[in-house]
């Protein structure tokens, strides 16, 4: 092994960020990410001070043989976004079907001046 090169970053996947599409609905924002490969159980998301990032770890297909040309490389997903008070943190649900994560950003709910009525009585 060469100096310098620390044996867990040659261990760790490649990281690529994920495609995504984004919604603005009248209740929430809609953040569609593809990320191949990546099962339910290996996506995280965490929201820390307004930025949200998204992780999904993908397992490398086992070898079946000498690799003789590759265009496909598998790696791990990561992208991060920056919230604004427009959305409601307490309000974040996700989701993940074949490789898509779907998440809901609710928007909060506007506090709009009403009108008291007043009982006589």
């Not at 970053?9 to 960020?17: H, L, Q, S």
């Given at each position: 092994?060469q100096k310098g090169i620390n044996r867990e970053d040659m261990d760790r996947n490649p990281e690529?960020?994920?495609?995504?599409?984004?919604?603005?609905?009248?209740?929430?924002?809609?953040?569609?990410?593809?990320?191949?490969?990546?099962?339910?159980?290996?996506?995280?998301?965490?929201?820390?001070?307004?930025?949200?990032?998204?992780?999904?770890?993908?397992?490398?297909?086992?070898?079946?043989?000498?690799?003789?040309?590759?265009?496909?490389?598998?790696?791990?997903?990561?992208?991060?976004?920056?919230?604004?008070?427009?959305?409601?943190?307490?309000?974040?649900?996700?989701?993940?079907?074949?490789?898509?994560?779907?998440?809901?950003?609710?928007?909060?709910?506007e506090r709009k001046p009403r009108k008291i009525p007043v009982k006589a009585g």
């Amino acid at each position: 092994m060469q100096k310098g090169i620390n044996r867990e970053d040659m261990d760790r996947n490649p990281e690529f960020a994920p495609a995504v599409d984004i919604y603005d609905r009248e209740d929430e924002i809609v953040l569609v990410a593809d990320m191949p490969g990546v099962p339910a159980d290996a996506v995280d998301i965490d929201l820390d001070r307004g930025e949200l990032t998204i992780r999904g770890r993908v397992n490398p297909p086992p070898a079946s043989g000498q690799v003789v040309f590759q265009e496909y490389q598998t790696g791990d997903f990561v992208r991060t976004f920056t919230l604004t008070d427009d959305i409601d943190p307490n309000e974040i649900a996700a989701e993940m079907s074949n490789g898509v994560l779907k998440l809901h950003l609710k928007k909060p709910v506007e506090r709009k001046p009403r009108k008291i009525p007043v009982k006589a009585g």
